[in-house]
Antibody, heavy 124, light 107 residues
């Protein structure tokens, strides 16, 4: 069964950076886009952007441009999301999610499956 | 950005009830709408894509309809395992946006 496994919880101080990993298994990692979505405590879902694991190409929501970096390491089937200049309102669970469409086409924006989530807490 | 407004924000229903959630887009999104289920402490799960198509393996008591700006998600006969928060998501325009969620529990 296709699976995405994320790295563990992080606690960071304001102004620091965090890097979350998302390891894919049981499918061809380079064949499907990976998206990142976050969820603040008790709140809804906020889409951050995507990475094409084959080309390394990325697209970010305007809200996050200049602060977010998405990369991948195809040798270990892992995608990464790094967020810098952290603020208290970046405290959230960060999810990676696979796009159901192939990188041979534009993203479908159907997200399935999702990783288990990584809680990032920003606190002084 | 396209705003997605769900209603109600929460509801209680009895096992076996028919449950309906609505989602309204701030502009025409054709049928570029998905529905997700998120159980407490878990990641979301895709249930419905393209407004009305049931994802493989999802029980047939779940359904979706609508196009343009107004959409409906229905559970025909509520089961205890359906307790969750449900989100709509538009993908007509970037950025992708979600509704604020509808929290469903058992009466």
């Amino acid at each position: 069964q296709v699976q995405l496994v994320q790295s563990g919880a992080e606690v960071k101080k304001p102004g620091a950076s965090v890097k979350v990993s998302c390891k894919a298994s049981l499918y061809t990692f380079t064949a499907y886009y990976i998206h990142w979505v976050r969820q603040a405590p008790g709140q809804g879902l906020e889409w951050m952007g995507w990475i094409n694991p084959n080309s390394g190409g990325t697209y970010f929501a305007q809200t996050f441009r200049g602060r977010v970096t998405m990369t991948r390491d195809t040798s270990i089937n892992t995608a990464y999301m790094q967020l810098s200049s952290l603020r208290s309102d970046d405290t959230a669970v960060y999810y990676c999610a696979r796009d159901k469409g192939s990188v041979a086409n534009p993203p479908s924006f159907w997200f399935d499956p999702w990783g288990q989530g990584t809680l990032v807490t920003v606190s002084s | 950005d396209i705003q997605m407004t769900q209603s109600p924000s929460s509801l209680s229903a009895s096992v076996g009830d028919r449950v309906t959630i609505t989602c309204q887009a701030s502009q025409d999104i054709s049928d570029f709408l998905n529905w997700y289920q998120q159980k407490p402490g878990k990641a979301p799960k895709l249930l419905i894509y393209d407004a009305s198509n049931l994802e493989t393996g999802v029980p047939s008591r779940f359904s979706g309809s609508g196009s343009g700006t107004d959409f409906t998600f229905t559970i025909s006969r509520l089961q205890p395992e359906d307790i969750a928060t449900y989100y709509c998501q538009q993908y007509d325009n970037l950025p992708i946006t979600f509704g604020q969620g509808t929290r469903l529990d058992i009466k």
